[in-house]
């Protein structure tokens, strides 16, 4: 068997934190020696890789929190995912957090 099958890699996460009702959890690994870090935001009806890789932990959470600003629709009183055809708007607090 494939060692990269039998051995999955888990996500180290090193921060995490409630952003405009969502949560932002960065994660580090080693990819070839270098530190590489991603974001994951977790939102009322799913979550998303945000930042598959940035160079800096600070870097990771501003495009992390510009990918929030860019796919939520901020114009109503509760949030909207932009990319789903959500019959229910999901509410901006979430009880995941």
Not at 30 to 35: C, E, F, R
Not at 69 to 93: A, E, G, M, R, Y
Request: net charge positive.
């Amino acid at each position: 068997m494939h060692e990269h099958i039998a051995i999955p890699d888990y996500p180290d996460v090193i921060w995490a934190f409630a952003y405009r009702g969502m949560k932002i959890e960065i994660t580090t690994c080693l990819h070839h020696d270098q530190k590489v870090y991603s974001a994951w935001v977790t939102y009322a009806t799913g979550s998303a890789v945000a930042v598959p890789k940035a160079y800096s932990r600070e870097s990771a959470i501003a495009q992390a929190k510009k990918w929030i600003h860019n796919h939520f629709d901020w114009s109503q009183k509760q949030v909207i995912p932009q990319h789903t055809n959500l019959k229910q708007p999901v509410p901006l607090k979430s009880s995941r957090l």
